[in-house]
């Protein structure tokens, strides 16, 4: 029973590297998305994708790239990293399930640092 | 425009004391209301929910939460805190579109 796992759960770039979180979800559910969470920002939505094939800017999209790969992948790109992507990276998903009613889960995270 | 505002970026209590976690939404519509608790260095857990019904809503880890439609509330409660408990907290609210909107989170702290 896995549920959302993120891989890798910790990293460490230079700035101007990139690299790409991987998620993936075996609860079959068609939305996901990609956080971030800050110190007294909370959880910030970066992209999200409503179901396969799709995928839609959150709040802080600049600087990041998604890619859904199929119904369980959800993958976050940093192109050229900055110090500022320094955070935790979260990938959640969720299903709208009886009479509408969405509820989501998570993974246990990605600790990035840009150095 | 949907926003969750918890007010406390930090409460302190003593083990065994009750606990009260404050959270106010803005939403149009009939809300989906969410808690959820971040230990240190993990994920969120879902804590409880409501989508409808009756207003006082149990939880996991002993954890209940009224929602007030007339103050836009969704308070996190327990009665008796446990050293266990110390953790992040955060208050969500589920739109149309499957979208999830968070708080800033509220630091638990609990002293011996």
């Known amino acids: 029973n896995a549920g959302v796992t993120q891989t890798p759960k910790f990293q460490v770039l230079k700035t101007g590297q990139s690299m790409t979180l991987q998620c993936a979800q075996d609860?079959?559910?068609?939305?996901m998305y990609w956080y971030r969470q800050d110190p007294g920002m909370g959880l910030r939505l970066i992209y999200y994708?409503?179901?396969?094939?799709?995928?839609d800017k959150g709040e802080v999209p600049n600087g990041y790239n998604v890619s859904r790969l199929n119904k369980r992948e959800f993958s976050l790109r940093l192109e050229s990293a900055a110090p500022s992507q320094t955070s935790v990276y979260f990938c959640a998903s969720s299903e709208v399930g009886h009479r509408g009613r969405p509820e989501a889960f998570f993974g246990q995270g990605t600790r990035l640092t840009v150095v | 425009a949907q926003s969750v505002t918890q007010p406390d970026i930090h409460i302190t209590v003593s083990e065994g004391a009750s606990l009260e976690l404050r959270c106010n939404y803005s939403?149009?519509?009939?809300?989906?209301l969410f808690w959820y608790v971040q230990s240190p260095g993990q994920g969120l857990q879902l804590l409880l929910k409501y989508f409808s019904g009756d207003t006082l809503v149990q939880g996991i880890k002993g954890f209940e939460a009224e929602f007030k439609r007339s103050q836009s509330s969704f308070n996190l409660r327990k009665p008796s805190v446990h050293w266990s408990d110390a953790a992040e907290y955060f208050c969500a609210v589920g739109a149309s579109g499957n979208q999830f909107y968070f708080g800033t989170g509220t630091s638990l702290t609990v002293i011996p």
């Open positions: 994708s409503a179901s396969e094939g799709t995928t």
């Open positions: 939403y149009g519509a009939t809300p989906y």
């Open positions: 609860m079959n559910h068609n939305s």
